[in-house]
C-alpha cells in the first residue's frame, strides 16, 4: 500500500497532515451546518407514526385509519393547536371583560394567555410555529395560523372601536409588532441565558402591550 493510500480513512477522504486537527475541527463544524441547513429545508418532523401508536397503545396499522401519513398528522396537529390556542386567547378575553375590563386589559390578558398556552403545550408550539404548516396541506386551504391571526387583529380593533385609539401604521402594524415581539421573547426564553422564570414573560407581554399601546394616539 502506498503512503498516500495509507493516509485515507475509511470513507475515502484523505487524512490531514498531523497537527492540523483545527482543521479537521473546522471542517466538521462546517458539515454539521450543512446539514442542518438541509434539515432547515426539508423542514423534516422529529416524530414518526409509528412512535405515536406506541405512544397510543394502538398497532401502527391502526394510525392510517385516521391519517394517511406524518403530514397529515402534523397538519391536524397544528390546526388543533391553533384552535386551542385561539379559544384559549378568547377566554382570556372574556374573563377579563366579565371583570369590566377595557379593551387595552383584554389585549393584556389574551397576550398572557398566549405565554401560558407556549409553556404548557411546548412541543405543539415548535410545531406550530417551527415549522411551515402550509406545506403539510394537500388542499391549498389557508395556512392554519390565519385563525390567530385574525385573534390579535380583532383584539387591536376592539381598542380602536371602544377607545378610540389609532395607530400611525395601522392596526395590522400593531397586531404583528405585539405577536411577533411575543414569539420573539419566548424563543429566547426557551433557548438562552439558562432564565426560565415564567414570571418574566408575563412581565414583558405586560410591558410589550403597553409598548404597543403608546404608539397609538387616540
Not at 498516500?4 to 480513512?9: A, G, K, L, N, W
Not at 484523505?14 to 471542517?27: D, K, S, V, W
Request: hydrophobic share 45%; glycine share 6%; with cysteine.
Amino acid at each position: 500500500m502506498s503512503s498516500v493510500e495509507s493516509q485515507r480513512t475509511s470513507t475515502g477522504r484523505r487524512r490531514n497532515p498531523r497537527g492540523q486537527g483545527e482543521r479537521l475541527r473546522a471542517e466538521i463544524l462546517a458539515a454539521f451546518a450543512r446539514l442542518l441547513d438541509q434539515k432547515v429545508e426539508e423542514n423534516a418532523l422529529p416524530v414518526s407514526l409509528r412512535e405515536v401508536s406506541r405512544e397510543v397503545g394502538i398497532a401502527a396499522q391502526s394510525m392510517y385509519l385516521h391519517f394517511a401519513d406524518k403530514d397529515e398528522l402534523a397538519r391536524a396537529a397544528a390546526e388543533d393547536g391553533y384552535e386551542r390556542l385561539v379559544a384559549m386567547l378568547r377566554d382570556a378575553d372574556a374573563e377579563a371583560a366579565a371583570h369590566g375590563a377595557a379593551a387595552p386589559d383584554r389585549l393584556r390578558a389574551q397576550a398572557g394567555a398566549f405565554y401560558a398556552f407556549a409553556l404548557a403545550e411546548k412541543g405543539i408550539f415548535r410545531l406550530m410555529f417551527g415549522h411551515d404548516a402550509s406545506r403539510f396541506d394537500t388542499s391549498g386551504g389557508p395556512h392554519p395560523a390565519a385563525l390567530l391571526w385574525q385573534q390579535w387583529l380583532d383584539a387591536v380593533h376592539a381598542c380602536e372601536r371602544e377607545d378610540g385609539l389609532r395607530w400611525p401604521y395601522g392596526a395590522e402594524h400593531a397586531a404583528i409588532a405585539l405577536w411577533s415581539a411575543l414569539f420573539g421573547r419566548f424563543a429566547l426564553w426557551t433557548a438562552t441565558f439558562g432564565q426560565h422564570d415564567p414570571e418574566a414573560l408575563t412581565s414583558f407581554a405586560h410591558r410589550m402591550v403597553d409598548t404597543v399601546l403608546r404608539d397609538a394616539r387616540e
